[in-house]
């Protein structure tokens, strides 16, 4: 087989965790209590924001589609690495590779975009809180989110339908746990130079903008929060950004752990850990970092259950 290179490739290997064999429940185990906990966090999340009048304001509804976008991420990629795992058969269709390839970046472009605009808005209301009703006001939260949503598509419809272009007659393995782009175009044997110019402007592209706007905005912020006389203001200003910082650090401290070492030193191992964390871990602690550090989001969590009268006294912004 593949001897010809007219074969034309119907599947493909995901062998990213076949080399341990008895490892294999272990990691069954460990990826299908992540995914439960990722699942059960993000859409809590959102049925808290959505039921709670309290939170009907556009930071919310920002971090409600930050979490229903790791929602979305993690079916992408766990459901088939357990699937996997379970029948050790590690075969994925052509276009089921493919498909979660799109899925994979379009989201991943997505959470970084909610990012930016979630740093903005912060901007706005920090710095400029007398406007911050005229300029988020709910056309304006829903048109962003839109434009995140179509740019991301857009971009990761342009790579998947150049990368679908490509034979792949070199091999059908790719040493990886899901289909992401580097290992599938190792296998490709034709010419990927168009493919790369597209990708690395994308890339710049996607990586430059929304990383200045969160620069910007918080460089606005701390500026703002430096002119507060009192430790008490400062403190009770920055603190609504916590959370929005954390989630930030972890999203581009991973995505440059995987994609920006340098390739001589890249071993398969390691790259598989660092997607693990970047693929799993994340989405699964998301809503860890906004419901335990945030007052709002635990009241609302707190009424979601029915012990609203306890969470009364934790009280509200009156924004
Ligand atoms: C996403 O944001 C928009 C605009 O603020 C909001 O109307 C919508 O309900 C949000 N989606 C989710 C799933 O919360």
């Given at each position: 087989?593949?001897?010809?290179?007219?074969?034309?490739?119907?599947?493909?290997?995901?062998?990213?965790?076949?080399?341990?064999?008895?490892?294999?429940?272990?990691?069954?185990?460990?990826?299908?209590?992540?995914?439960?906990?990722?699942?059960?966090?993000?859409?809590?999340?959102?049925?808290?924001?959505?039921?709670?009048?309290?939170?009907?304001?556009?930071?919310?509804?920002?971090?409600?589609?930050?979490?229903?976008?790791?929602?979305?991420?993690?079916?992408?990629?766990?459901?088939?690495?357990?699937?996997?795992?379970?029948?050790?058969?590690?075969?994925?269709?052509?276009?089921?590779?493919?498909?979660?390839?799109?899925?994979?970046?379009?989201?991943?472009?997505?959470?970084?975009?909610?990012?930016?605009?979630?740093?903005?808005?912060?901007?706005?209301?920090?710095?400029?809180?007398?406007?911050?009703?005229?300029?988020?006001?709910?056309?304006r939260c829903l048109?962003?989110?839109?434009?995140?949503?179509?740019?991301?598509?857009?971009?990761?419809?342009?790579?998947?339908?150049?990368?679908?272009?490509?034979?792949?007659?070199?091999?059908?393995?790719?040493?990886?746990?899901?289909?992401?782009?580097?290992?599938?175009?190792?296998?490709?044997?034709?010419?990927?130079?168009?493919?790369?110019?597209?990708?690395l402007t994308e890339?710049?592209?996607?990586?430059?903008?929304?990383?200045?706007?969160?620069?910007?905005?918080?460089?606005?912020?701390?500026?703002?929060?430096?002119?507060?006389?009192?430790?008490?203001?400062?403190?009770?200003?920055?603190?609504?950004?916590?959370?929005?910082?954390?989630?930030?650090?972890?999203?581009?401290?991973?995505?440059?752990?995987?994609?920006?070492?340098?390739?001589?030193?890249?071993?398969?191992?390691?790259?598989?850990?660092?997607?693990?964390?970047?693929?799993?871990?994340?989405?699964?602690?998301?809503?860890?970092?906004?419901?335990?550090?945030?007052?709002d989001m635990k009241?609302?969590?707190?009424?979601?259950?029915?012990?609203?009268?306890?969470?009364?006294?934790?009280?509200?912004?009156?924004?």
């Amino acid at each position: 087989m593949g001897i010809g290179n007219q074969t034309t490739i119907s599947d493909f290997l995901l062998l990213g965790f076949s080399e341990h064999p008895r490892q294999q429940p272990v990691l069954f185990v460990l990826f299908l209590g992540m995914y439960l906990v990722t699942m059960l966090g993000n859409l809590l999340i959102i049925v808290a924001i959505g039921s709670d009048q309290h939170l009907h304001t556009p930071m919310y509804f920002f971090l409600a589609n930050l979490s229903f976008t790791e929602t979305s991420f993690s079916c992408t990629i766990v459901p088939k690495v357990l699937v996997n795992i379970q029948t050790q058969d590690h075969t994925i269709s052509y276009a089921g590779c493919f498909v979660q390839m799109y899925f994979f970046m379009a989201l991943t472009l997505l959470d970084d975009f909610l990012l930016a605009v979630m740093a903005y808005d912060r901007y706005v209301a920090i710095c400029l809180p007398l406007h911050y009703a005229t300029i988020m006001h709910p056309q304006r939260c829903l048109l962003l989110v839109a434009a995140s949503w179509l740019c991301a598509h857009l971009l990761a419809f342009s790579l998947t339908l150049l990368m679908s272009q490509f034979s792949f007659c070199a091999s059908r393995s790719i040493p990886h746990f899901f289909c992401d782009v580097p290992p599938l175009l190792k296998l490709a044997c034709s010419d990927i130079h168009n493919f790369q110019v597209t990708m690395l402007t994308e890339a710049v592209l996607s990586g430059t903008i929304p990383l200045t706007c969160v620069l910007v905005s918080y460089a606005h912020i701390i500026c703002t929060i430096l002119r507060i006389p009192s430790t008490g203001g400062k403190h009770k200003v920055f603190s609504t950004c916590g959370s929005h910082l954390s989630v930030l650090t972890l999203f581009y401290g991973t995505i440059f752990l995987v994609y920006f070492q340098p390739s001589s030193s890249y071993s398969a191992d390691t790259g598989v850990v660092v997607s693990v964390i970047y693929t799993m871990v994340t989405p699964m602690l998301n809503p860890f970092i906004y419901s335990l550090r945030n007052r709002d989001m635990k009241g609302a969590l707190w009424r979601l259950f029915g012990w609203g009268k306890c969470a009364l006294h934790k009280g509200s912004f009156p924004d």
